[in-house]
């Protein structure tokens, strides 16, 4: 089944403690991505990666760390938590042939910083 | 910049109203565009796309056609149901060659019995 996987789905940790969500994909899709969902601000995105060791900043990086090392895998490194970064997490991929590029997401990671 | 505007909600119906949730898009070229649903506690999923100017993309009782003249992408159900209620977010991407999409803030709905 295509899918993306995200891990842990709930996460409750304290400031300044780092942690990683993991994203995993088996689409062999080259596009890449991590938004943030907050109430009243829609999806904003956090990274992004073209393909394998290229990534770039979305709209709201400050705060976290991406690396793209294998294809299927783009996790999202938040190295000192604070608690303005409690949100709901989404990865999504997309193939970049064909002219148009539906995103794929995963089911969300809640996370909670206290 | 590319931007997707959609109407606030939340928009709360009765089962078996007629909705509308009204996207416009402001973009230099002509991008693909999409409808994503969001059900409670869910990731999105494309619900449908369309890629060229008159284009009507359709799905589950949803339709929404591209109007490139009125730079607009509205997402229409005939009769809802109880279990459509969920957010719906209009998005675009394709400009220039560029994956990265643009999305709209996402229109709750709300259907009751």
């Known amino acids: 089944e295509a899918q993306v996987t995200q891990n842990p789905r709930y996460l409750i940790t304290v400031t300044g403690k780092k942690l990683t969500v993991t994203c995993s994909q088996n689409m062999n899709h080259e596009y890449m991505s991590w938004y943030r969902q907050d109430p009243g601000l829609g999806l904003r995105q956090i990274y992004y990666s073209m393909n394998v060791e290229v990534t770039d900043k979305g709209d709201v990086p400050e705060g976290y760390k991406v690396s793209r090392k294998e294809k299927r895998n783009f996790p999202l490194i938040l190295e000192s938590p604070s608690p303005n970064q409690t949100s709901l997490y989404f990865c999504?991929?997309?193939?970049?042939?064909?002219?148009?590029?539906?995103?794929?997401f995963g089911p969300g990671t809640r996370l909670t910083v206290l | 910049g590319d931007s997707v505007t959609q109407m606030e909600g939340p928009v709360t119906l009765s089962e078996e109203a007629f909705l509308t949730i009204n996207c416009t898009y402001t973009a230099t070229g002509y991008p693909s565009l999409f409808w994503y649903v969001q059900y409670p506690g869910e990731g999105l999923q494309l619900l449908l796309k369309a890629t060229k100017a008159d284009d009507k993309g359709s799905n589950k009782g949803f339709e929404a056609t591209y109007r490139k003249e009125t730079t607009s992408f509205h997402l229409e159900k005939g009769s809802v149901q109880v279990s459509d209620s969920a957010v719906y977010f209009c998005?675009?991407?394709?400009?220039?060659?560029?994956?990265?999409?643009?999305f709209g803030r996402g229109t709750s709905l709300i259907v009751h019995p």
């Open positions: 999504a991929s997309s193939d970049t042939s064909g002219g148009y590029n539906e995103q794929f």
């Open positions: 998005a675009l991407s394709g400009l220039g060659g560029s994956y990265i999409p643009t």
